[in-house]
């Protein structure tokens, strides 16, 4: 596995990758690698000659008073983790080859960046566009590989890719859970033992209205009335939202008569969790 910090170097290597034939798999990530991105790579090295990962803390993603600064790194473990998941190009760009003296251009998906996790975190999903834009530009993949555990994120990237003529294959793979459901994340690090054992609650909440969902409830709000006494009754956390959306405009539905998308954030002290379930 090679690893690559330089944006010239890596073009070089794409470039010559490309000019052999071979495709390319592609894994974004801000690091503190964990099995739900070490599954992601296991796809890419399924379907793809070469499998190139990134990590990149991105600035433009984060608000003024979010996590940034304190983001968990630890860049030599995950060079560990990710050689021995099948990554061939670790590409781990530094913030000023990323945003130079002067950046001013931003990639925006209107409408689809300020439902759900947007109104909580404005900017965010621009942040996002504008560096997955980016990082595909430098390592042109046939394949992105990305998780269900930031739906939305897939949604308004799958849109951005379909606008901007992008042709690149988007790969959606199912949320990673620890043993007790709560879904893996690099923010878990933040959580108190208490928080920790708490958060359980975003995935009990969503089995239970999958379960009413599969026993034939379509009524939105009777979903989501479970949902949220279930979880309103936990006083270590705070809800942001709760909601039921369709899959394309992730606009609220009252009824269910197509897939959608139970999303939920809820912080525990600081720490901002996000889970969600399909129902269909
Ligand atoms: P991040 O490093 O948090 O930006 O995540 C990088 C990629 O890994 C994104 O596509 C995430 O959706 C995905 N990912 C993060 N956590 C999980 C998980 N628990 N299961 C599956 N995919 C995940």
């Given at each position: 596995m090679q690893i690559i910090t330089d944006v010239k170097e890596m073009r070089e290597i794409v470039e010559g990758i490309k000019q052999s034939g071979q495709s390319i798999g592609f894994v974004p990530t801000m690091g503190y690698l964990h099995f739900g991105h070490l599954a992601l790579i296991t796809a890419a090295r399924k379907q793809n000659n070469m499998v190139a990962a990134s990590i990149f803390v991105n600035p433009a993603q984060f608000g003024p008073?979010?996590?940034?600064?304190?983001?968990?790194?630890?860049?030599?473990?995950?060079?560990?983790?990710?050689?021995?998941?099948?990554?061939?190009?670790?590409?781990?760009?530094?913030?000023?080859?990323?945003?130079?003296?002067?950046?001013?251009?931003y990639v925006e998906t209107e409408g689809l960046s300020e439902q759900l996790c947007g109104k909580s975190r404005p900017g965010h999903f621009r942040g996002v566009c504008t560096v997955v834009l980016k990082l595909f530009n430098i390592v042109q993949p046939k394949r992105a590989y990305f998780g269900q555990k930031d739906a939305q994120q897939f949604i308004i990237l799958k849109r951005m890719t379909l606008d901007l003529n992008l042709d690149i294959e988007m790969i959606c793979l199912p949320i990673v859970r620890e043993a007790d459901g709560l879904a893996m994340s690099s923010r878990n690090i933040y959580l108190t033992e208490q928080e920790r054992r708490k958060a359980t609650v975003l995935n009990c909440s969503l089995n239970e209205a999958k379960q009413l969902y599969d026993a034939g409830e379509r009524n939105a709000q009777a979903l989501l009335e479970v949902v949220e006494k279930k979880l309103l009754k936990v006083k270590e956390g705070r809800l942001d939202y709760a909601e039921l959306v369709d899959l394309t405009h992730l606009l609220p539905i009252t009824k269910i008569d197509k897939p959608a998308l139970l999303a939920l954030a809820m912080y525990f002290g600081q720490t901002r969790l996000i889970d969600n379930v399909i129902l269909q």
């Amino acid at each position: 596995m090679q690893i690559i910090t330089d944006v010239k170097e890596m073009r070089e290597i794409v470039e010559g990758i490309k000019q052999s034939g071979q495709s390319i798999g592609f894994v974004p990530t801000m690091g503190y690698l964990h099995f739900g991105h070490l599954a992601l790579i296991t796809a890419a090295r399924k379907q793809n000659n070469m499998v190139a990962a990134s990590i990149f803390v991105n600035p433009a993603q984060f608000g003024p008073e979010e996590d940034f600064e304190r983001y968990p790194r630890d860049v030599e473990a995950d060079s560990i983790k990710a050689k021995s998941a099948g990554v061939d190009l670790l590409f781990c760009p530094k913030i000023e080859d990323i945003y130079g003296a002067g950046y001013a251009t931003y990639v925006e998906t209107e409408g689809l960046s300020e439902q759900l996790c947007g109104k909580s975190r404005p900017g965010h999903f621009r942040g996002v566009c504008t560096v997955v834009l980016k990082l595909f530009n430098i390592v042109q993949p046939k394949r992105a590989y990305f998780g269900q555990k930031d739906a939305q994120q897939f949604i308004i990237l799958k849109r951005m890719t379909l606008d901007l003529n992008l042709d690149i294959e988007m790969i959606c793979l199912p949320i990673v859970r620890e043993a007790d459901g709560l879904a893996m994340s690099s923010r878990n690090i933040y959580l108190t033992e208490q928080e920790r054992r708490k958060a359980t609650v975003l995935n009990c909440s969503l089995n239970e209205a999958k379960q009413l969902y599969d026993a034939g409830e379509r009524n939105a709000q009777a979903l989501l009335e479970v949902v949220e006494k279930k979880l309103l009754k936990v006083k270590e956390g705070r809800l942001d939202y709760a909601e039921l959306v369709d899959l394309t405009h992730l606009l609220p539905i009252t009824k269910i008569d197509k897939p959608a998308l139970l999303a939920l954030a809820m912080y525990f002290g600081q720490t901002r969790l996000i889970d969600n379930v399909i129902l269909q």
